[in-house]
Structure formats: C-alpha cells, structure tokens
C-alpha cells in the first residue's frame, strides 16, 4: 500500500483528523540497515506552530530552521548512550500527520492501536528480533505495553524501579523497549533528558543493554 492509499483508508476510517498530504515523511537511515543497533521510535509528525510537511521523519533533510534545536536535543540523547543518526533507524509509530498536536489528540491512540502497531512490526521485521526499540514519548509505551508495561510510569523507568529493556514477550511490537523520554515531570528539577545526572544510572544502564 502506498502512502496516498495509506492516506486515503485512513481518512475513511478516522475522518478529517488525519491530514491530506501528497506523501508520508520517510524513515531515516542514514547509515544503512546493516548498521542500525536501535530504533528510535516517535509519536508522529504533527507541528502545527509550522505546519510543514518533512522529506524526512524527525525534520531530517529539512532545509529550513525552525527544527534544527530539535534535532540537536535528539542527537544529544543519542549520544548519551554512544548511539547516532547512522547507527539507529528512525521512524514515527503513526507516520500520519493529524490536525492536532500529540499531546491533545484523543484519536491519537486509537489511530495508532488500531491502524499503525500492526505496520510498524512488519516494517520493523527486517531487523534482528533483539535490536530495541527507544520510545521518546510515554504515549508510546501506553500504546505498545502489554496491560501492565503500559501502566509504567517515567519516574518508576527512570530510577530503575522498573524491568529494563522491557521485554519482548510484554509489548505488542515483540521486542524489546527501552524509555527515552524528553518532557518534564513537575516532581524533578530536570527534564528526562540524558544528560543530567539524575539520570546517570539509567544511562549506564541504557549502554549495557545496547552492547549485548
């Protein structure tokens, strides 16, 4: 199915809320399927403060500005456990765009249980089983965790209260998942952002699981 079928079936399905575009962001490999050691999985493409329609999933190849702090904010958590653009694929989960913003969509999950789980594990096939999967929303987890996985919570992930990776056999993509959060819970002085401190065990944590 092509991407203007993949558009069409979906607007048929979930009404004007998904977004007409002639094309879907691409998934961005840069270093090639031979080299990738995670996937970095987001929500989906949505920026309505610019409303611009990217070549490439996360503003890659994006000539413009308005995204390159983003883009920077991602590559630092990369880094912080030895990973970049070239050795990871990235992707969104919904790969549509929606006329509201993830956070305040109440069609989000649905659009994404329903429609695009499914897609993302075929897509996600060529990969050896044991590559992870680093979800940069918590929404992702609530939507790919197995009744109890999707009740974890940031703060229980992020001070190692919690299995880590979470494992295949408990989430609907069938492989493992690892928390790479970017918001701000109101409890912590810091983001969850790999680059405090706070975080520094579970970072460590982070890199021993990518080396096996």
């Known amino acids: 199915m092509n991407d203007q079928e993949l558009i069409n079936q979906l607007r048929e399905t979930y009404g004007e809320q998904i977004v007409v575009t002639n094309d879907l962001p691409k998934a961005y490999c840069p270093g090639g399927i031979e080299a990738v050691q995670a996937i970095y999985l987001g929500c989906d493409p949505t920026n ?4 611009i329609h990217f ?70 096939s060529v990969f050896d089983p044991k590559i992870p999967v ?8 609530e939507v790919l965790g197995d009744k109890k996985t999707s009740k974890y919570t940031a703060p229980e992930i992020y001070e190692c209260k919690r299995e880590i990776p979470i494992p295949a056999d408990k989430n609907k993509l069938g492989r493992p998942l690892i928390a790479l959060y970017r918001g701000k819970n109101p409890n912590y002085k810091v983001s969850y952002h790999l680059k405090y401190k706070e975080w520094d065990k579970y970072r460590k944590s982070i890199i021993e699981i990518l080396k096996v």
């Open 48 to 51: 309505l403060k610019y409303n």
């Open 55 to 124: 070549p490439y999933v996360f503003a890659h190849n994006y000539a413009g500005n308005e995204f390159k702090q983003f883009i920077k904010m991602h590559m630092e958590q990369l880094k912080a456990i030895d990973l970049k653009w070239e050795t990871v694929y990235t992707q969104n989960l919904c790969r549509n765009y929606f006329d509201l913003e993830t956070g305040v969509n109440k069609i989000w999950k649905k659009v994404a249980e329903e429609f695009w789980v499914e897609r993302m594990k075929e897509e996600l």
């Open 134 to 141: 680093l979800l940069t929303s918590q929404l992702l987890l």
